[in-house]
């Protein structure tokens, strides 16, 4: 069953140092208070898994929590390079990455592996690409009934998933809307799943159609309010372009990045 | 000669022709994105446009700065999860022309957004695969647009991220490719089309103002140009007017 906890206790109680991560959310609901937790409390040797690693890895990157990098798309999206995920790639700063790389369709497909309990998902994906050679976690299969040759991705079954949502009810259920991404998948393939929310409700409309986690899916909600900015939650904030512009600046330069990380992280405290 | 238009202008009008008579197209950002939104305004309304956030049939009235703005959501007909998108929308080939864009291309419309440089120690780590590769596996016929230079049209792709004509005829029909593959190739210098017999990119029309010389200085292989090479139709006023009507409302930079 959920447990109601504050995002401090919700972190410190389900991401352990070396764990498996996934922080989900595509461009809209990222888990950004969170991955600032995270931050804050200083987990080391993580491995990170997101479609999109986003500012949000590109922060936990650049303050040393993560060993490895599993992903499909690691830009600013609109705007260019992570750069701090690019000088940990190119310069092994501030430690070096490992990278497990795919494509969209070949990552969501390994969470629904997870999530369906399967050792592996099949697609029509990777033939001919550099990308199939690079990865572990990327083979082909033959199909027993037409003998077509497929690609198959290991279910990827994270320690913890961290989502943001947009409400919670007072049972602990979760109700998610709008671009969805791969948040059920990931959740549902994960052993634990933390979920921030927007607003905590008496009860959700008569909408039975949302994506809607169980209580017994999600084992902490922490209520905070405005935890995917500067992403968005439709319903409740706009996504905020000029920091996403910003942060092309401001994550250049290394000393300027540790100074955000010091003044907008480890000197807020916890939410 | 002093023209009225960029050679991105003239670029991204050209990719927005191409789109003339599909019903749905799967959208990159960047140049992509404001070709197919142009499209949409122009000559093809009804242009379904599909995000591989999961918006299908988005309506955006000012350019998304990403893939997954709130705008592409509130005026899309349906929004689904992404394992949706990619294996009940776009791997069954239900999405007619996809577009793309890149790092690097090669003679056979190869791409490469992933490094410039080794994997391991990359010079330049790029963004990655995305949605590209099943894009160009899946959808019946793609249409890369990309800004043309030798840094850019290379010999050989220090990574293969995304699949064109692979290295050549059979190719795609060998690896399991159910589409047709790039129908065409848009730079600012010129339109490429794949050879018939060798599925080579080929020179097939050249942008008003630029010279064959400037296309094969600006070429990493040795280009075949077209024996039927014609100019591209110069920018309409209204296909201007509206490219920079869209540029203007954008809360985008044009990124590639």
Known sequence: MTEFLSLESAIAANVHDGDVVALEGFTHLIPFAAGHEIIRQRRRDLTLVRLTPDLICDQLIGAGCARKMVFSWGGNPGVGSLHRFRDAVEHDWPQAIELDEHTHAGLANRFVAGAAGLPFAVLRAYAGTDVALQSSTIASVTCPFTGEVLAAVAALRPDVTVIHAQQADREGNVRLWGITGVQKESVLAASRAVVTVEEIVDDFSDDRNAVVLPSWTVTAVAHVPGGCYPSYASGYSERDNDYYEAWDELSRDRTVFEDWLEHEVYDLGSV | ?256
């Not at chain 2, 599909?22 to 499209?39: E, K, W």
């Open chain 2, 1 to 256: 000669m002093k023209s009225n238009f960029s050679t991105d202008e003239i670029m991204t009008i050209a990719a927005s022709r191409e789109l003339a008579g599909a019903r749905s197209c799967f959208v990159g950002i960047g140049l992509p994105s404001i070709a197919a939104n142009l499209a949409r305004s122009l000559h093809a309304s009804g242009l379904v446009l599909v995000y591989e956030s999961g918006t299908i049939g988005a309506k955006p009235t000012r350019l998304p700065l990403s893939i997954g703005d709130g705008e592409l959501a509130r005026t899309a007909d349906v929004v689904v999860s992404v394992p949706e998108i990619f294996n009940y929308w776009l791997q069954p080939g239900r999405i007619d022309v996809g577009m793309l864009s890149g790092a690097q291309v090669d003679r056979f419309a190869n791409l490469n957004t992933t490094v410039i440089g080794s994997y391991e120690r990359p010079e330049v780590r790029l963004p990655g695969a995305g949605g590209a590769p099943e894009i160009a596996t899946a959808c019946p016929r793609t249409i890369i647009v990309m800004r043309q230079s030798k840094r850019t049209f290379v010999e050989n792709l220090d990574y293969l991220t995304t699949v064109g004509f692979g290295d050549g005829t059979g190719a795609r029909a060998r690896l399991g490719m159910p589409g047709a593959g790039p129908s065409v190739l848009i730079s600012d210098l010129g339109i490429f089309r794949p050879d018939v017999e060798t599925c080579e990119m080929n020179l097939t029309s050249i942008h008003p103002g630029v010279n064959v010389a400037d296309v094969r200085d600006a070429t990493g292989w040795a280009l075949k140009v077209s024996g039927e090479l014609v100019e591209t139709a110069k920018p309409t006023d209204e296909e201007l007017d509206c490219l920079r009507r869209l540029n203007n409302g954008s809360s985008a930079k044009a990124t590639n």
